[in-house]
């Protein structure tokens, strides 16, 4: 995995929740934006002290993060 330099994880921070660097905002609510159909840009109206590498670097944590994640199924039969 490529080192992303924009996300922070600090217990000190957001009870420990990965941020971007330098501010409370967390890589959760940049997500959930973006799922609820908000634009890159529309995001950094909502957060001016983001940029659009803040997002992109977001996006590839939680791909990485799922990616990462091993989950029992249930097939059906």
Request: glycine share 4%; net charge negative.
């Amino acid at each position: 995995m490529e080192k992303l330099d924009r996300i922070q994880i600090n217990p000190k921070i957001c009870l420990g929740q990965p941020v971007i660097q330098g501010t409370r905002i967390t890589v959760s609510i940049i997500l959930k934006l973006l799922a609820n159909g908000r634009s890159i840009e529309d995001v950094i109206d909502l957060y001016p002290e983001l940029e659009a590498a803040d997002i992109q670097e977001a996006m590839k944590y939680a791909a990485w993060m799922a990616s990462d994640q091993i989950l029992e199924t249930q097939t059906m039969s």
